[in-house]
């Protein structure tokens, strides 16, 4: 069944639960091209895809990471950034590549470009009717791992994961902020945002209250604050140098 544009953008939420029916591959074929069209800096392109589709695998990175819908999507995709390409093509016609993929701006580029392809995917993926799921998780659980289960070589390291499947279930949607406080016109707002940050607090905290399904007591700010504190354990240095980002100071 496909979307409106509007449906897509706006009825948009993560599914964790799918059917066991294959997706059909004229929608895996559509998902792809959405995703080789992704803008990307310069052109260059600087991303590339996993597409997870063995059960065997999933179930490994499932166990790695602890996300369910990883083992029960239909199709699991791992974004990574990537300059191994460039640097391939380079060599054949004798072009230096410098240190660009090494530099703080080379690593923001390529998990720029390969989270745009994600939005590319999960865009084309709900308009036609899927359900998605993005996973950052992916990225941070067991980064050697993940690299060595896919193969990954010297200037290629993950970014995010994107669970694709047939919905099992149509989740309430969560709240979103509000567009004062995500829409700045011309420059930086110099408002007071506390009250309105707190009312939305508030909102997150009614949802996951009254919510369908599994509920909680999260507010919004001491649960995402939580996640600060948990990745600030994250030794992400260590996980990407070996492939060759971030070894540069600039």
Request: hydrophobic residues 35%; negative net charge.
């Amino acid at each position: 069944m496909s979307k409106t544009v509007e449906q897509t953008l706006l009825e948009r939420r993560s599914v964790r639960r799918y059917t066991r029916d294959a997706i059909p591959q004229e929608d895996v074929d559509f998902i792809y091209e959405a995703i080789r069209n992704t803008p990307t800096s310069y052109n260059g392109q600087q991303f590339s895809v996993v597409d997870v589709a063995d059960q065997e695998l999933k179930e490994k990175l499932y166990a790695l990471t602890g996300q369910k819908q990883i083992k029960t999507c239909n199709r699991f995709l791992i974004f990574c950034a990537d300059y191994r390409k460039i640097t391939l093509a380079a060599k054949s016609k004798n072009v230096p590549v410098g240190v660009f993929p090494a530099t703080v701006d080379g690593y923001t580029v390529g998990v720029i470009d390969a989270s745009l392809a994600m939005m590319s995917a999960l865009t084309a993926a709900e308009s036609r009717g899927l359900g998605t799921c993005p996973i950052g998780y992916v990225r941070t659980a067991a980064p050697a791992q993940v690299a060595e289960l896919l193969l990954l070589p010297e200037n290629v390291t993950v970014v995010c994961g994107l669970a694709i499947g047939v919905p099992r279930e149509l989740p309430d949607m969560k709240p979103k902020q509000p567009v004062d406080l995500v829409i700045h016109h011309n420059v930086y707002g110099s408002g007071d945002m506390s009250q309105a940050l707190m009312d939305y607090d508030e909102k997150v905290s009614h949802y996951n209250r009254t919510r369908e399904g599994t509920k909680s007591d999260n507010d919004w700010v001491s649960h995402i604050v939580g996640y600060y504190h948990e990745g600030s354990g994250y030794d992400m240095l260590h996980a990407v140098r070996p492939h060759g980002f971030l070894t540069e100071n600039s």
